[in-house]
């Protein structure tokens, strides 16, 4: 039954990260094609923003080492985003060589994750994304900021607001179009997220440049994306069939899975274009080419997997 509540937007815009955030955190190597088929029905289910994959080093994230040969077999899809991580100069040319017109850089509140991540301080981070970010607008490039540990870091606890708020200016001001706000290990809950939310809006963060990315290490994901939307955000990541973690925190357990969130935003009569029933079947398939049942629990019902 759809029943909406006040206070909420009336369209939400999933960003699908199954394709690169789920795939890169598991244990086997996904075939080309099999990765291939995935962003294509993924697509055919309605999402029209997939994260197809990422620039990164083959050593560091050997999931994803197929990226030359993954991308060119998207070229098909009409209207759907495509967009790619790329952590350095060197990431950006592979992805310009190939034609991708989206970038993500990917930045962290904390020092350690930084350290662990890029084998830089924060500062430094931000100082190779400089030419990166610049380079990309002068292509007319969209560039999405994706800034981990917003909310807990497992080496340093919590993470306080204003050290948030301050990396999400400077990203902003290198030149990001939107950011992402990351709860890499899935500590936040709803009170955090809105006064992270109510910070950055007094920061002059415009809302609608605010993305959250939710990890549901403590089943908090789905509440603490409802404070998200009460709060004005309009764009949601979010992993088919709750693949995902991030290889460099190992407390970090899966994303939220994408079906739980459009069976939430369905409910209450917020639009997302995605057919529920298409997406549910394409991360059984999915999960079956993994080997394991999917962790979500609209996947489950909906298809019948034994949990």
């Known amino acids: 039954m759809t029943v909406p509540a006040a206070g909420l937007p009336a369209r939400v815009r999933v960003h699908e990260v199954g394709a690169r955030d789920g795939l890169q955190n598991e244990k086997a190597v996904v075939p080309t094609e099999v990765k291939a088929e995935f962003v294509h029905r993924l697509a055919a289910a309605g999402l029209t923003t997939v994260e197809a994959t990422s620039f990164v080093h083959p050593k560091w994230v050997p999931q994803l080492a197929d990226a030359e040969q993954l991308f060119p077999l998207l070229g098909d ?5 495509l967009p790619v991580l790329v952590p350095n100069e060197r990431g950006l040319d592979r992805a310009m060589a190939l034609g991708a017109d989206r970038v993500a850089v990917f930045a962290s509140a904390t020092e350690s994750f930084a350290k662990a991540n890029l084998n830089r301080t924060v500062d430094e981070a931000l100082a190779m994304f400089a030419p990166v970010v610049s380079r990309a607008k002068e292509r007319d490039m969209h560039v999405r900021g994706y800034l981990s540990m917003c909310f807990g870091d497992p080496w340093e606890g919590p993470v306080e607001v204003g050290r948030v708020v301050r990396v999400c200016r400077a990203l902003l001001d290198l030149g990001c179009d939107e950011l992402s706000l990351g ?4 500590v936040a809950t709803p009170g955090h997220v809105t006064a992270l939310l109510t910070a950055l809006t007094g920061a002059g963060v415009a809302v609608d440049r605010v993305g959250v990315h939710f990890h549901d290490t403590y089943g908090q ?12 955000v309009t764009t949601v990541d979010a992993s088919a069939g709750g693949l995902g973690g991030c290889p ?3 407390s970090a357990t899966g994303n939220l899975a994408t079906e ?4 939430m935003l369905h409910g209450l009569g ?3 274009g ?3 029933g298409r997406l549910s079947a394409t991360s059984a398939w999915m999960a079956d080419r993994l080997g394991r049942p999917s962790p979500s629990r609209t996947v489950r019902a909906l298809t019948h997997q034994e949990q």
């Not at 899809?77 to 985003?81: A, N, P, Q, S």
């Not at 709860?183 to 899935?186: A, C, E, H, P, Y």
């Not at 509440?223 to 004005?232: C, F, Y």
């Open 248 to 250: 460099y925190a190992k």
């Open 274 to 276: 995605v057919d529920l």
């Open 183 to 186: 709860d890499t290990i899935g």
């Open 260 to 263: 739980d969130l459009v069976w």
């Open 270 to 272: 917020i639009e997302t």
């Open 221 to 232: 994901a789905l509440a603490n994306t409802l404070a998200a939307l009460q709060h004005g």
């Open 77 to 81: 899809l009409e209207g759907v985003r």
